[in-house]
């Protein structure tokens, strides 16, 4: 804490009136603790000129916000597997298509007399594979909302923990900023006082 009768960073930054520029000039190059504590402010300056400037946020981010949109790519694709007509056909081309690989793959047997073939309930392959595709896609979207639920909460706690530094940080400015006035209002006192004593010993 510097003793000098006016705040030094008040005269660092050239704010203080001529006369009490000179009073503190003079008082610095008495004191060592003063000169100290000039360096340091010096030393503070240079510091922060060295960090990039970064800007202030405007507000925090929500989920509805268009940066959390979701991709065209995802879009398409949630707008495809939304669609019943479209998934019914896809799932009728794919059963066709592992008919056609099995076919193809296990030829029937040549026997003298053919066996009859078991019936194949369509139906019930597509109702089967239409269940599974469904539980997938639900798990899938839940595992999505479940991950951007996270990132939302640890975007809303960065946020608050700014908030609070940035909040503590003002409130020490403020309280230094009322050391100082207190400074400064002991001073004029203490002077008002030596000019009412020198005027009653007249």
Same mark, same amino acid.
């Given at each position: 804490?510097?003793?000098?009768?006016?705040?030094?960073?008040?005269?660092?930054?050239?704010?203080?009136?001529?006369?009490?520029?000179?009073?503190?000039?003079?008082?610095?190059?008495?004191?060592?603790?003063?000169?100290?504590?000039?360096?340091?402010?010096?030393?503070?300056?240079?510091?922060?000129?060295?960090?990039?400037?970064?800007?202030?946020?405007?507000?925090?981010?929500?989920?509805?916000?268009?940066?959390?949109?979701?991709?065209?790519?995802?879009?398409?694709? +949630? *707008?495809?597997?939304? #669609?019943? !007509? @479209?998934?019914?056909?896809?799932?009728?081309?794919? &059963?066709? %298509? $592992?008919?056609?690989?099995?076919?193809?793959?296990?030829?029937?047997?040549?026997?003298?007399?053919?066996?009859?073939?078991?019936?194949?309930?369509?139906?019930?392959?597509?109702?089967?594979?239409?269940?599974?595709?469904?539980?997938?896609?639900? +798990? *899938?979207?839940?595992? #999505?909302? !479940? @991950?951007?639920?996270?990132?939302?909460?640890?975007? &809303?706690? %960065? $946020?608050?923990?700014?908030?609070?530094?940035?909040?503590?940080?003002?409130?020490?400015?403020?309280?230094?900023?009322?050391?100082?006035?207190?400074?400064?209002?002991?001073?004029?006192?203490?002077?008002?006082?030596?000019?009412?004593?020198?005027?009653? *010993?007249?």
């Amino acid at each position: 804490m510097s003793c000098s009768p006016f705040d030094l960073r008040d005269y660092y930054f050239k704010e203080l009136a001529e006369n009490e520029r000179r009073l503190t000039e003079v008082h610095v190059k008495t004191c060592a603790g003063c000169r100290e504590e000039l360096d340091r402010l010096r030393g503070v300056e240079a510091g922060l000129l060295l960090l990039p400037d970064e800007e202030i946020p405007q507000r925090i981010g929500f989920i509805s916000d268009p940066v959390f949109e979701p991709s065209a790519l995802r879009r398409a694709w +949630a *707008a495809f597997w939304g #669609s019943a !007509a @479209r998934l019914g056909f896809a799932s009728a081309a794919m &059963l066709s %298509a $592992a008919l056609i690989v099995f076919s193809v793959t296990h030829p029937a047997p040549l026997a003298k007399t053919p066996a009859p073939a078991p019936a194949v309930s369509t139906a019930a392959l597509e109702a089967n594979f239409s269940a599974r595709m469904h539980q997938a896609v639900a +798990a *899938a979207v839940a595992a #999505s909302e !479940a @991950r951007q639920a996270q990132e939302t909460q640890k975007l &809303l706690a %960065a $946020a608050d923990r700014r908030h609070t530094v940035e909040t503590q940080a003002m409130m020490e400015r403020v309280a230094e900023y009322l050391e100082v006035e207190k400074k400064h209002l002991n001073t004029l006192i203490l002077a008002s006082n030596d000019a009412a004593t020198r005027e009653d *010993a007249r």
